[in-house]
């Protein structure tokens, strides 16, 4: 009997312990709870955007309550983030877009990396290996990229176009030989916001089609040199489009601030085309009303037959997870979310593209779908090479582009490259 | 008499007010209660002011990149800052602005003050308009300014084509020749109240009997502001002059809205370039050694007029 008693009761605590074990495991494969914290830095339509989409994603998961931290900055958030780090804050997920700052993370060792998170949810399905690329460094990915933006594209309105009977250019030659008729319509070919970063999107433009993406990595890693003649080729393609009467004079160029310059080329026609991120639809159909296709569109920048025209360069949001991330279920689940078609249809409400490829393209208006048919059939693709650079070399980089705008003579070309290089020597 | 009665034997500031204390402080004498009472506020000063400051020089003798951990340098980031381009061309942008924006804002504001002390009555909706300025913040300042620089549709050069003056018409904050000038035109009109102010207060001082003698003589207005309020409003000159001075040192948030420091640095003071070091570039001890340079040039500009203005005091 005793013996009988001993059995049973070995197979009850067993079969309770499985029981147990089985419950706590379906319990959190199902239910999400806790607080989800995440360092989000996102204002304006894309801060509203985030705001919908961690609705969504708690609406989903009732269990999980996100919580932002919003790192006090104006411009470039990373001072902000950082200051938020270096304050003991706990968070799970930081919204990153900055690969040179994905780099510092992981050097500091504030980020992990997701590879088996990859693996056991499946994203490696849901994004393509380019964008994989885009958050891998080494052999270890610490991104999930979550919407992308096609820099490549030249923003115009339909009208201006119209107006000065030209068609979008598809070569530098028609490139060059439209700003003549368009100066005799009134408008100015280019507006170029120079007075803090946006002036450099040509540059990077320029560069990208002369010496091709393979090269802008080798200069972003510092194993290329700003006085290489790659260099000098972009800036003298700038100097003969400035030459060719493209923009405005030097000095306000550098007057002008990024929505100055989207207002003069998608709002008032004042000038025709502008070069920056996927933000100006949404800033042209929700603040300007505009219909995307019908008033305004992209063409990608123009073909220089230099063996680079199907490279496109893009920008990029990521979710990184912390090292000191305390709710990692909620986390990836939360990551995951984003590559979901639901997200993306959120995201397709603000202009904005998902790289998932969950996501049927019809969701989306024509302006974004050009976009990324661009970016999905690119033979390469090439982040933004002033998010590329360190700290010091990223700032320095700009302030050499507004002396070169100033005066674009080949002297300048000569004293902007070699300041360039001598800063870049201490940048790594 | 009876306050002078009770008075404590070490009392620094006459007649004790011990009969005035709640019990519990009745014990103490006047120089015990006053440290009494100034502890919570020398905590906060100590917490908010001292420590940063501490930290601060700390700070200076790291080098700092980002988030790499920090590596002690010694004084390495005060002896690269003093063959920095960069910081040197911050300093003498700094001295010019400092100078010229504190000259003008005083100038003015003194100016003002003496035309206003001719009829204080009419013009003291004039004087609330203009110190208003003063307290409007130098954000919301900045935004107006750009409205009125900007070069496309900018307030001023629309007023110059209006007058046929389309020649005088520029980029006012993308020439790096007109940038500073502009940037310190628009910190004149938020700092011009404050000099009104103390330079009013310094008039409405002067005893009534000077005016009427002059009066009496036959002096007219100018002669009454030349020689009778100019010379004794010096005092309220003086103050604004030091209040001034040490803000237009510590000026950031108007040169970060209007130019970003730019174009080409032309507009970057010490105050900008501390902030591109540490919170652009990332080199907080860097930061925190030109943060330091900036400090010592404050102390060095007001300590002096302190103990000048303080120093006999009773």
Same mark, same amino acid.
């Given at each position: 009997?005793?013996?009988?008693?001993?059995?049973?009761?070995?197979?009850?605590?067993?079969?309770?312990?499985?029981?147990?074990?089985?419950?706590?495991?379906?319990?959190?494969?199902?239910?999400?709870?806790?607080?989800?914290?995440?360092?989000?830095?996102?204002?304006?339509?894309?801060?509203?955007?985030?705001?919908?989409?961690?609705?969504?994603?708690?609406?989903?998961?009732?269990?999980?309550?996100?919580?932002?931290?919003?790192?006090?900055?104006?411009?470039?958030?990373?001072?902000?983030?950082?200051?938020?780090?270096?304050?003991?804050?706990?968070?799970?997920?930081?919204?990153?877009?900055?690969?040179?700052?994905?780099?510092?993370?992981?050097?500091?060792?504030?980020?992990?990396?997701?590879?088996?998170?990859?693996?056991?949810?499946?994203?490696?399905?849901?994004?393509?290996?380019?964008?994989?690329?885009?958050?891998?460094?080494?052999?270890?990915?610490?991104?999930?990229?979550?919407?992308?933006?096609?820099?490549?594209?030249?923003?115009?309105?339909?009208?201006?176009?119209?107006?000065?009977?030209?068609?979008?250019?598809?070569?530098?030659?028609?490139?060059?030989?439209?700003?003549?008729?368009?100066?005799?319509?009134?408008?100015?070919?280019?507006?170029?916001?120079?007075?803090?970063?946006?002036?450099?999107?040509?540059?990077?433009?320029?560069?990208?089609?002369?010496?091709?993406?393979?090269?802008?990595?080798?200069?972003?890693?510092?194993?290329?040199?700003?006085?290489?003649?790659?260099?000098?080729?972009?800036?003298?393609?700038?100097?003969?489009?400035?030459?060719?009467?493209?923009?405005?004079?030097?000095?306000?160029?550098?007057?002008?601030?990024?929505?100055?310059?989207?207002?003069?080329?998608?709002?008032?026609?004042?000038?025709?085309?502008?070069?920056?991120?996927?933000?100006?639809?949404?800033?042209?159909?929700?603040?300007?009303?505009?219909?995307?296709?019908?008033?305004?569109?992209?063409?990608?920048?123009?073909?220089?037959?230099?063996?680079?025209?199907?490279?496109?360069?893009?920008?990029?949001?990521?979710?990184?997870?912390?090292?000191?991330?305390?709710?990692?279920?909620?986390?990836?689940?939360?990551?995951?979310?984003?590559?979901?078609?639901?997200?993306?249809?959120?995201?397709?409400?603000?202009?904005?593209?998902?790289?998932?490829?969950?996501?049927?393209?019809?969701?989306?208006?024509?302006?974004?779908?050009?976009?990324?048919?661009?970016?999905?059939?690119?033979?390469?693709?090439?982040?933004?090479?002033?998010?590329?650079?360190?700290?010091?070399?990223?700032?320095?980089?700009?302030?050499?582009?507004?002396?070169?705008?100033?005066?674009?003579?080949?002297?300048?070309?000569?004293?902007?490259?070699?300041?360039?290089?001598?800063?870049?020597?201490?940048?790594? | 008499?009876?306050?002078?009665?009770?008075?404590?034997?070490?009392?620094?500031?006459?007649?004790?007010?011990?009969?005035?204390? @709640?019990?519990?402080?009745?014990?103490?004498?006047?120089?015990?209660?006053?440290?009494?009472?100034?502890?919570?506020?020398?905590?906060?000063?100590? !917490?908010? $002011?001292?420590?940063?400051?501490?930290?601060?020089?700390?700070?200076?003798?790291?080098?700092?990149?980002?988030?790499?951990? @920090?590596?002690?340098?010694?004084?390495?980031?005060?002896?690269?800052?003093?063959?920095?381009?960069?910081?040197?061309?911050?300093?003498?942008?700094?001295?010019?602005?400092?100078?010229?924006?504190?000259?003008?804002?005083?100038?003015?504001?003194?100016?003002?003050?003496?035309?206003?002390?001719?009829?204080?009555?009419?013009?003291?909706?004039?004087?609330?308009?203009?110190?208003?300025?003063?307290? !409007?913040?130098?954000?919301?300042?900045?935004?107006?300014?750009?409205?009125?620089?900007? @070069?496309?549709?900018?307030?001023?050069?629309?007023?110059?084509?209006?007058?046929?003056?389309?020649?005088?018409?520029?980029?006012?904050?993308?020439?790096?020749?007109?940038?500073?000038?502009?940037?310190?035109?628009?910190?004149?009109?938020?700092? $011009?109240?404050?000099?009104?102010?103390?330079?009013?207060?310094?008039?409405?001082?002067?005893?009534?009997?000077?005016?009427?003698?002059?009066?009496?003589?036959?002096?007219?207005?100018?002669?009454?502001?030349?020689?009778?309020?100019? @010379?004794?409003?010096?005092?309220?000159?003086?103050?604004?002059?030091?209040?001034?001075?040490?803000?237009?040192?510590?000026?950031?948030?108007?040169?970060?809205?209007?130019?970003?420091?730019?174009?080409?640095?032309?507009?970057?003071?010490?105050?900008?370039?501390?902030?591109?070091?540490?919170?652009?570039?990332?080199?907080?001890?860097?930061?925190?050694?030109?943060? $330091?340079?900036?400090?010592?040039?404050?102390?060095?500009?007001?300590?002096?007029?302190?103990?000048?203005?303080?120093?006999?005091?009773?």
């Amino acid at each position: 009997m005793l013996r009988m008693d001993t059995t049973k009761r070995t197979t009850l605590l067993g079969s309770a312990a499985v029981l147990l074990g089985l419950a706590c495991s379906a319990g959190s494969a199902l239910a999400l709870d806790g607080e989800l914290v995440m360092i989000n830095w996102l204002g304006g339509a894309q801060g509203e955007m985030m705001e919908k989409l961690q609705e969504d994603f708690e609406a989903k998961n009732p269990g999980v309550e996100i919580r932002n931290v919003i790192p006090q900055a104006s411009g470039d958030a990373r001072g902000g983030i950082r200051a938020v780090l270096m304050g003991g804050e706990q968070a799970d997920l930081l919204i990153n877009t900055w690969p040179a700052f994905r780099a510092e993370l992981i050097e500091a060792g504030m980020i992990l990396p997701l590879d088996a998170s990859y693996e056991s949810n499946g994203w490696g399905e849901k994004l393509g290996e380019s964008w994989q690329a885009l958050s891998t460094v080494g052999e270890e990915n610490y991104g999930v990229t979550y919407t992308f933006g096609d820099r490549s594209g030249i923003w115009y309105r339909t009208d201006t176009m119209a107006k000065a009977e030209i068609d979008p250019p598809a070569t530098y030659e028609e490139f060059l030989s439209g700003f003549g008729a368009l100066n005799a319509a009134g408008v100015t070919p280019i507006s170029v916001p120079a007075k803090v970063w946006a002036h450099a999107e040509w540059f990077e433009s320029l560069l990208l089609r002369t010496a091709g993406a393979d090269y802008m990595t080798r200069l972003a890693s510092g194993e290329a040199s700003w006085t290489d003649p790659e260099v000098r080729t972009a800036l003298s393609k700038w100097q003969e489009m400035l030459q060719s009467g493209c923009c405005d004079d030097g000095n306000t160029m550098l007057a002008l601030d990024w929505d100055i310059s989207v207002d003069a080329a998608l709002k008032t026609g004042d000038a025709a085309y502008v070069l920056m991120g996927m933000w100006l639809n949404t800033r042209a159909k929700q603040e300007y009303g505009e219909t995307p296709g019908e008033d305004f569109n992209i063409v990608q920048f123009p073909a220089f037959d230099m063996g680079h025209d199907r490279e496109s360069m893009v920008d990029a949001k990521e979710l990184n997870m912390l090292s000191a991330v305390e709710n990692r279920e909620a986390a990836e689940a939360f990551m995951g979310y984003m590559l979901t078609a639901d997200a993306a249809g959120i995201m397709a409400e603000y202009g904005l593209a998902s790289p998932s490829t969950e996501v049927d393209p019809s969701i989306y208006d024509p302006v974004i779908q050009k976009s990324v048919n661009e970016v999905t059939s690119a033979d390469k693709l090439q982040f933004v090479l002033g998010d590329l650079l360190p700290g010091d070399l990223g700032g320095e980089y700009r302030i050499a582009l507004q002396r070169f705008l100033q005066d674009p003579s080949d002297e300048t070309i000569d004293a902007v490259t070699q300041q360039l290089a001598l800063v870049a020597q201490g940048a790594y | 008499m009876a306050l002078a009665e009770t008075a404590s034997p070490d009392g620094p500031i006459g007649p004790s007010t011990a009969r005035l204390r @709640p019990a519990a402080l009745r014990q103490l004498s006047d120089t015990q209660a006053a440290w009494l009472l100034l502890t919570p506020l020398l905590l906060f000063f100590g !917490v908010s $002011v001292i420590y940063p400051v501490i930290e601060t020089i700390r700070l200076s003798f790291f080098e700092i990149r980002g988030l790499a951990p @920090p590596k002690f340098d010694g004084f390495g980031n005060y002896i690269r800052l003093f063959s920095d381009a960069n910081f040197l061309n911050s300093m003498k942008v700094t001295l010019v602005w400092a100078l010229t924006a504190t000259f003008f804002s005083v100038l003015i504001g003194w100016g003002l003050a003496m035309l206003c002390s001719l009829n204080p009555q009419k013009t003291l909706v004039f004087r609330v308009m203009i110190f208003a300025a003063y307290g !409007v913040s130098e954000a919301v300042s900045g935004f107006m300014w750009l409205g009125i620089y900007r @070069p496309d549709y900018g307030l001023l050069n629309g007023i110059l084509e209006a007058i046929g003056l389309t020649n005088l018409t520029q980029p006012w904050l993308g020439n790096p020749s007109t940038a500073l000038g502009s940037v310190i035109v628009a910190y004149v009109w938020t700092q $011009v109240g404050l000099p009104l102010m103390t330079c009013f207060a310094s008039i409405q001082s002067i005893p009534k009997n000077l005016f009427e003698a002059a009066y009496i003589d036959g002096a007219k207005s100018g002669s009454v502001m030349r020689h009778i309020i100019a @010379p004794l409003s010096m005092p309220g000159v003086r103050v604004a002059i030091f209040i001034n001075l040490l803000n237009s040192l510590k000026a950031f948030d108007l040169i970060f809205m209007l130019t970003g420091g730019g174009p080409v640095r032309s507009t970057e003071t010490v105050g900008f370039f501390m902030y591109r070091e540490s919170m652009l570039n990332f080199k907080l001890g860097y930061g925190a050694a030109s943060t $330091v340079i900036l400090l010592i040039a404050v102390l060095v500009v007001s300590i002096p007029l302190i103990l000048k203005r303080t120093g006999d005091a009773k």
